[in-house]
């Protein structure tokens, strides 16, 4: 169905581009504000706004090229959408939570809420890049740009910010863009919005257009079904067997996902997402 999208909006991968974390500017946030437990995904136990004991004085993971193999998994699908360089550079004018501790308290609170907003962007912009959204095309550009506002706010306005509130307003027109992209699948759509899916059996199984928003994928076997045009957001892949599956349409599929399940050569993916290197 590839050949049904025009490009007359700009592509969902150009607007992409400023949304992509750029480690570089960041002051390894994403390595300092989360907590974590041991398990699969994180090798220890860490509090939330305690430094990981991998992290450098320069802000570099010092096991980068290992994390897999030193059971840093959680790290290697952890996506914050460019919120840390804004945080850092932005927000916080570049001052780093090392050589200005007072800020630090202040530079953690905001850094899950910045994300949250540039997730939000990241599905906004993908939004404006489909065709059959394009009635919905106004608002979405109009909750574009108050979300983009929203992110250059002061520390102390994002803190108050609710930002809960703007994400079920902003998930209710994705929703509608949503049904508008499905309603091109002619056949009977199928509904597994949160579904338990876990290990499920989907070889080959044909769910383009599905409604799979929240749907909990983890191990199942996807090889070689058909997801084009499918609505991905927010469904957990971990450890899901994508190989040979057609995601090339797919809507609101992040690279963190991806990154979270299997697949391989003959993976067919959205144009604004890589291959991962452990395909
Ligand atoms: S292991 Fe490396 S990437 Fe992961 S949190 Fe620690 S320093 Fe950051």
């Keep these: 169905m590839s ?3 025009e490009h007359a909006e700009p592509s969902a991968g150009e607007g992409h ?8 500017s960041c002051f390894a946030l994403c390595c300092v504000v989360p907590a974590f437990s041991a398990s699969v995904d994180f090798a ?3 509090k939330a706004g305690q430094a990981c004991p991998n992290l450098r004085q320069d802000f570099r993971c010092g ?4 994390l897999r193999q030193q059971g840093f998994r959680g790290c290697t699908v ?3 959408f460019g919120a840390g360089q804004k945080v850092s550079q932005v927000t916080f004018g570049g001052q780093d939570w090392r050589r200005s501790p007072q800020t630090a308290e202040q530079m953690f609170e905001v850094f ?3 994300r949250d907003l540039h997730e939000l962007l990241w599905y906004l912009t993908e939004a404006l890049a489909l065709r059959p959204a394009r009635p919905l095309h106004g608002e979405l550009r109009l909750a ?3 979300t983009e506002r929203l992110t250059h706010d002061s520390p102390g306005a994002l803190v108050e910010l609710d930002v809960a509130a703007h994400r079920r307003d902003v998930n209710a027109l994705l929703l509608r863009a949503s049904e508008l992209v499905r309603a091109e699948v002619r056949h ?10 876990i290990g499920a059996k989907l070889k080959g199984a044909d769910l383009r257009g599905a409604n799979l928003r929240g749907a909990y994928l983890i191990g199942a076997d996807l090889r070689g079904a058909d997801l084009r045009m499918a609505d991905l957001i927010g469904a957990d892949f971990r450890g899901a067997d994508l190989r040979g599956a057609d995601l090339t349409e797919s809507i609101f599929l992040i690279q963190s996902q991806l990154d979270a399940a299997k697949g391989d050569s003959a993976t067919r993916l959205p144009p604004s997402l890589t291959r991962p290197a452990h395909w």
Aim: include cysteine.
């Design 144 to 146: 574009l740009e108050q």
């Design 17 to 24: 581009l400023s949304l992509r974390a750029d480690c570089e």
């Design 44 to 46: 220890i136990d860490k």
């Design 3 to 5: 050949e049904k999208r």
């Design 78 to 80: 952890y996506d914050c």
């Design 63 to 66: 096991i980068h090229t290992r």
């Design 188 to 197: 009977k759509k199928k509904d597994r919005r949160g579904a338990d899916l």
């Design 112 to 114: 899950p809420i910045m």
